[in-house]
């Protein structure tokens, strides 16, 4: 696919994509730009204005459909847009209060069927931005519910929500881009990965994590038939060149990192493991190692995100998020935002809620319900 407002083949693979049959609609793509540009032509806003009305029409009512706009021949060129986001701008030509503002309307919407103008970073068509109502752009994430589908179980103890993966991979990946999860866990990133067509390589510290991950990660089917590895073994140490060699790939376009949050769950017994760090400076100290063994492996101008909550410890907030962020920033990154995302109660903190109300109370602070996800690029 080639990017960059050069005009594509849209035409769709219904056997690799998954679509909703309620909230997308199938057209005729030729077809479609025809009838756009037929309206163009006209020179009356209120001849315009009805052909626009009968698109609307079929795609609200495909029986209607007598020009094969939806009803698709087999051999027709197809393209996939969102019925809203389609009606929407159809009813803003309907709305146009002169002919040259109803052609403006037109114009964009036969930019939008013919071009993809998309950046470096990721697949979003700017001519169609209005239909990614998926992916979120304020730095408040209050995400209700776990995403439990498919092979996302969702059992480990200190996982995190499939959503803050798939979110991530949206806005700074391609397609068969490739990923790395330095604190991959039970897998879940290289599961989103599978879901999404990015390549993922996941490292994990516990043989045993590692083994119930990749048994996970089969379980997702891998339509868009990427690779998905994981590595056991120190994130500090681990030779990432290698297993990226073996691939044929040098660099990587997304680092995802959700570390422990120090001491708060104890992984496993290891010593190499950042939940047995000692103290919080020897915790930041051991992150900073993950960091200069894998972000060498990020391509320039692509992003390091990094999950990450804060703790306390004897009457005090440890800011880890703030520590950890600075650590980033000793290095060649620059901040890009500061999400603040809803914290899931772990399960032991739901049953005493009330206890930790009253501890709260008491103790003259406020109970965690947030964690952060920092977001890095690296500098050119
Ligand atoms: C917060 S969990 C990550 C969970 C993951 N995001 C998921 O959804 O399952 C952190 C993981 O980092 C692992 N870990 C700790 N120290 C490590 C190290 N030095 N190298 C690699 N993994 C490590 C732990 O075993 C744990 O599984």
Redo the contacts with the bound molecule.
């Keep these: 696919m080639k990017t960059n407002g050069q005009v594509l083949d849209l035409s769709v693979d219904l056997e690799k994509e998954q679509y909703d049959w309620k909230k997308d609609v199938i057209v005729n793509k030729p077809k479609l730009l025809e009838k756009v540009e037929e309206a163009e032509k006209l020179d009356n806003i209120a001849r315009i204005k009805k052909n626009i009305f009968l698109i609307k029409l079929v795609i609200n009512y495909p029986k209607d459909d007598t020009d094969g706009l939806i009803n698709i021949d087999q051999n027709g060129e197809t393209m996939v847009l969102k019925r809203d986001a389609l009606v929407e701008e159809l009813k803003q030509i309907e709305e146009a209060q002169t002919i040259e503002r109803a052609r403006y309307y037109l114009d964009r919407l036969k930019k939008g069927i013919s071009e993809i103008k998309t950046s470096k970073i990721n697949d979003i068509n700017l001519n169609r931005w209005k239909e990614y109502q998926e992916i979120l752009t304020d730095s408040l994430w209050i995400l209700e519910k776990r995403d439990t589908s498919g092979a996302h179980i969702g059992s ?1 103890w ?3 929500i499939p959503q803050i993966p798939n979110q991530l991979m949206l806005r700074y990946t391609k397609k068969e881009d490739w990923v790395i999860d ?8 290289l599961i989103e990965c599978r879901r999404l067509g990015r390549n993922g390589i996941g ?4 043989p045993e ?1 590692a083994k119930e991950a990749k048994n996970l990660i089969k379980k997702e089917n891998n339509t868009h038939n990427i690779n998905t590895e994981i590595i056991t ?4 140490k681990v030779n990432l060149k290698e297993t990226l060699y073996k691939f044929g790939v040098k660099q990587v376009q997304l680092l995802i990192m ?3 949050y120090h001491n708060i769950i104890k ?2 017994r290891s010593n ?4 047995n760090a000692p103290t919080t400076d020897d915790f930041v100290k ?1 992150f900073g190692e ?1 960091l200069d063994n894998t972000t060498p492996y990020l391509e320039k101008g692509r992003y390091l995100g990094i999950v990450i909550g804060d703790k306390y410890f004897k009457g005090t907030w440890i800011p880890l998020g703030f520590y950890i962020m600075n650590e980033v920033l000793k290095r060649d990154f620059s901040l890009k935002s500061i999400i603040v995302k809803n914290f899931e109660e772990t399960r032991g903190k739901r049953n005493q809620k009330e206890l930790w109300r009253y501890r709260a109370l008491v103790g003259g602070f406020y109970i965690f319900k947030h964690e952060y996800i920092l977001l890095f690029k690296k500098k050119k």
């Design positions: 480990y200190g996982n995190f330095p604190f991959v866990g039970s897998g879940t990133t490292v994990e510290l516990s994590v073994g120190d994130s500090r959700h570390p422990p992984f496993s190499d493991d950042l939940s051991m993950v």
